[in-house]
């Protein structure tokens, strides 16, 4: 039996910084009830270069959303540093937008003053140029024969592809995605995800995608950052190296190789996943693992 905790000596290989999104030695912790607190981020290092696709995958409750929300400026760090171009991360600002697991669509809008309503809000735009624009990102997402169409006459796919148009309408360099195919169908969520690489690189935005599905996130990952369980640490950062465009990718040996390389790092502990000597708790010997 290996033991649950890693050693107190586990370190992993150094990030080299960005200059881009840098994440280093950043704690989250929350203030729980009793005034106990929950630590939902431990000690992560992470960059991210401009352009990249990068995907953030591990269970459900590691801090993934805690993590996104902290990069969106949402959300406090506790400690160590975020950093978007050598500049702390402190606050919500146009240059990141957040893509979230529910569309959230204004009801009452019809899908053209969903995308403008951003626009109009920041008041970037006049309401003419607010609503071209705004037709180029339908076209983009493949809705442009939907403009006039309420949120309730559209599948849950069409929603999201509407609110990933909304999310692109602010012009952001980062595209911030929590889960955002998570409720709808698999062979739906197949189309979006290759509809998304393509879009993310015409629009050429940065994207950071939150998920749980390791397909998911070999299918569109140039690189994974593997989370453990709460709190999360990262297990290990996975460079995807698929040939692009991914459309017929995800039947070749190679994404199982991937798949399979990831599932083994999920399932193991951080210490295992550095490579560094475990102490077992019942037999006090060192089980080597890499
Ligand atoms: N506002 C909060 N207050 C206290 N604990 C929280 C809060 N939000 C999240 N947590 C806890 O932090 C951990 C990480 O949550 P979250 O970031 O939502 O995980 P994930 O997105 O990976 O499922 C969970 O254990 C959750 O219960
Ligand atoms: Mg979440």
Known sequence: MVSEEPVPSVRLPRVPASGYLDVRNTSIAYAGRDGDVVLAIDRVDLSVTQGEFVCLLGPSGCGKTTFLNAVAGFLAISSGQLTLKGKPIERPGPDRAMVFQQPGLLPWRDVLHNVTY?????????????????????????????????????????????????????????????????????????????????????????????????????????????????????????????????????????????????????????????????????????????
């Open 118 to 290: 951003g626009l109009e809000m920041s008041g970037r735009m006049r309401r003419r140029e607010a609503k071209e624009r705004a037709g180029e990102l339908l076209e983009l997402v493949g809705l442009a024969d939907f403009a006039r169409s309420f949120p309730h006459q559209l599948s849950g796919g069409m929603q999201q592809r509407v609110n990933l148009a909304r999310a692109l309408a602010v012009e952001p360099e980062i595209l911030l995605l929590d889960e955002p195919f998570a409720s709808v169908d698999a062979q739906t969520r197949e189309g979006l995800q290759v509809e998304l690489i393509s879009i993310c690189n015409r629009a050429k935005v940065t994207a950071l995608f939150v998920t749980h599905d390791i397909g998911e996130a070999v299918f569109l990952a140039d690189r994974i950052h593997v989370f453990s369980r709460r709190p999360g640490r990262i297990l290990r950062e996975v460079r995807v190296r698929l040939p692009k465009p991914r459309d017929r990718v995800r039947l070749s040996p190679d994404f199982f190789r991937y798949v399979q390389e990831v599932t083994e790092v999920l399932g193991s502990t951080p210490a295992a996943a550095a490579g560094v000597v475990e102490i077992s708790k019942e037999k006090g010997h060192g089980n080597r693992r890499s």
